[in-house]
């Protein structure tokens, strides 16, 4: 095992030259079990791709990315690079942390009509990383919607999924205007000073609320201690709270641009008080939007600023939050034919990043990890909640300047052999016989699967070693690579090598 990393990591130094290396191996074996390295260079092309295309949108829930995970993102900017608007906006339901307790209704202290009550309801969004750091306080207004039917577990959602158009959000229900920036005024400058201090949103949810029965209370927090004290069931897990109690709602953007921000985690607070066991005590219970339920995110793109950009050819995108990816064409068979009888052990390929020269402190961030996977897997790879494995997908992070790769500018790949010699496998059984019917090779195998040979590069986030699952990167990036059918620069390469023992 140690013998044969030392040959991969050996072949790997040998196939980054450009030199092909007839004979190498008489310093790793003896004379009698002699290995044979050879290294070859070969050109690959590439194109831009829209992201929505790549998918099978048959479904009514399908478009162009899915999209559940931990993170939303909220707001509405202009990209500098196409002067079109991008808007994020999403759904979510709240979880219950652990069982829920509220206290009995003769412990209140606060009251309406006699009545246990919350003193306050809002909710609060923690919000980070935002669009531009030179301007805080550009502005936006959303409107948070209730919804009238909650999501379903279970169901694959994507980045067009929208409950207004889906008629899901209550039209009598809940319905919160809200003018806010990513700078926080109604906090005091002490308490946004404090390393603690984490930027937020607060929805106030003071006003009387009506539930679907007609029946009014003085505020949503009165609304779910009542439901509490009447059907405690409701409140045994998430499932029942959102079929019962509370389906969750939809964050909409109803004007302004220039906010655009990660939130990082949702609050449902209420506020109560009640008589302890020797005094007065102010309370209450929070209940949280979290990766435990379900969330979606709604992205709204330009689709012809994005078809213009797709069409450029002396380079290729990168672009998110739905956008762009780099549709990647492995020279399959010229690697393989030839190579009967000699084992792939090394195949490495490199994306040169191209710099880009504005000064706008508004231009998007460079994706930090692109995701190398089969064209054809795509959809499965997402909604089957899986990570790189590294031998059938592979993730890359960006090498920047003073990065732990000596700011190279680029995406390296070091070794992809094992997806090669998968595509290979995969196109001599469909050609040659495993696949087609009765056992027989299907001639026409190539023309059915038109993309058995193309990868595609998509921006991600994922760290490694994690159990965590890769998902879409929805935060606004956007960056050219070297590449295209008329690219003005060297092509782009994958260097690889062969082995052989000679008996």
């Not at 707001?75 to 079109?84: E, H, S």
């Not at 050819?313 to 064409?329: D, M, N, R």
């Not at 058995?452 to 929805?474: C, F, R």
Request: proline share 3%.
């Amino acid at each position: 095992m140690h013998y044969m990393a030392g040959v991969v990591l050996t072949a790997m130094a040998i196939s980054s030259c450009d030199e092909t290396t007839d004979q190498i191996g008489g310093s790793l074996t003896s004379d009698e079990d002699q290995l044979n390295i050879a290294s070859k260079v070969f050109n690959v092309q590439t194109r831009t791709v829209i992201a929505d295309t790549v998918f099978n949108n048959s479904d009514e829930h399908l478009g162009s990315v899915f999209t559940q995970s931990s993170t939303c993102y909220l707001g509405m900017v202009r990209d500098p690079q196409t002067q079109a608007d991008i808007k994020s906006e999403f759904a979510t339901q709240f979880h219950l942390l652990d069982i829920v307790t509220i206290p009995d209704a003769d412990k209140f202290l606060s009251l309406d009509n006699g009545l246990p009550a919350a003193d306050s309801c809002y909710m609060i969004l923690y919000v980070s990383n935002p669009f531009n750091t030179a301007d805080t306080l550009a502005s936006v207004k959303m409107t948070v919607h209730e919804l009238d039917k909650t999501l379903e577990t279970g169901l694959k959602y994507y980045s067009d999924f929208n409950p207004m158009k889906l008629g899901m959000v209550r039209t009598e229900g809940l319905n919160k205007n809200k003018m806010f920036s990513y700078r926080n005024l109604v906090d005091n400058d002490s308490l946004r000073g404090t390393s603690s201090y984490m930027n937020n949103i607060r929805v106030s949810l003071n006003e009387p609320y009506t539930d679907k029965n007609g029946v009014t209370y003085n505020n949503y927090g009165t609304y779910i201690i009542r439901q509490f004290h009447e059907h405690p069931e409701y409140f045994k897990n998430s499932y029942a709270f959102s079929r019962h109690v509370c389906p969750g709602f939809f964050f909409e953007i109803t004007d302004g641009y220039g906010f655009h921000a990660k939130v990082s985690n949702i609050g449902l607070r209420l506020n109560y008080t009640i008589q302890g066991d020797t005094s007065v005590v102010n309370t209450g219970v929070t209940l949280a939007g979290t990766r435990e339920v379900t969330q979606t995110t709604l992205i709204t793109n330009d689709k012809q600023a994005i078809k213009k950009l797709a069409e450029e050819t002396t380079h290729t995108y990168i672009k998110s939050p739905a956008g762009l990816f780099t549709e990647v064409t492995l020279p399959v068979k010229e690697i393989m034919e030839g190579h009967k009888n000699d084992s792939l052990i090394a195949a490495k390929i490199s994306f040169q990043r191209l710099n880009d020269e504005s000064s706008d402190s508004r231009m998007f961030g460079i994706p930090y990890t692109l995701l190398m996977v089969q064209e054809d897997s795509l959809k499965t790879f997402f909604e089957g909640n899986n990570v790189p494995d590294q031998a059938t997908s592979f993730y890359a992070n960006y090498n920047y300047v003073n990065s732990t790769y000596n700011g190279t500018n680029t995406y390296n790949f070091a070794n992809i052999a094992s997806l090669v010699t998968k595509m290979w496998k995969q196109y001599q059984d469909g050609k040659d016989g495993k696949n087609g019917k009765d056992g027989k090779g299907d001639p026409y195998w190539e023309q059915k699967h038109p993309n058995w040979n193309k990868v595609l590069l998509v921006p991600i986030t994922y760290e490694s070693g994690s159990s965590t699952n890769a998902q879409h990167d929805m935060s606004l990036t956007s960056t050219q690579l070297v590449g295209g059918a008329d690219n003005p620069y060297e092509p782009i390469k994958i260097n690889v090598a062969y082995a052989k023992f000679n008996k």
